[in-house]
Nanobody, 116 residues
Framework: QVQLVESGGGLVQPGGSLRLSCAAS????????MAWYRQAPGKQRELVASITGGGSTNYADSVKGRFTISRDNAKNTVYLQMNTLKPEDTAVYYC??????????WGQGTQVTVSS
């Protein structure tokens, strides 16, 4: 059974930083595009950042210049470094692994709260 296990969420003050991790198991990790999504209360889930197996990245406009996605294929892990956090970044953050429509998996989510 495929597992994506997120960690690193928590409470941080505005302007602070957090690093999320997502460890994948039972997939050929290097073949998958990995992504972070987030969902704030009352809002739709949105793409935050993605990274292909070859390392090409894509970011939502709202996080460009503040967030960095990276991956370690040897550790089957994807990271999201979040800097200069804002209250509007508060959401549940989800890890996604995508290869095909039949091979698309989600983690359980980790809460990020930005508040003073």
């Amino acid at each position: 059974q495929v597992q994506l296990v997120e960690s690193g969420g928590g409470l941080v003050q505005p302007g602070g930083s957090l690093r999320l991790s997502c460890a994948a198991s039972r997939i050929t990790f290097r073949l998958y595009t990995m992504a972070w999504y987030r969902q704030a209360p009352g809002k739709q889930r949105e793409l935050v950042a993605s990274i292909t197996g070859g390392g090409s990245t894509n970011y939502a406009d709202s996080v460009k210049g503040r967030f960095t996605i990276s991956r370690d294929n040897a550790k089957n892990t994807v990271y999201l470094q979040m800097n200069t956090l804002k209250p509007e970044d508060t959401a549940v953050y989800y890890c996604n692994a995508h290869f095909t429509s039949a091979n698309d998996y989600w983690g359980q989510g980790t809460q990020v709260t930005v508040s003073s």
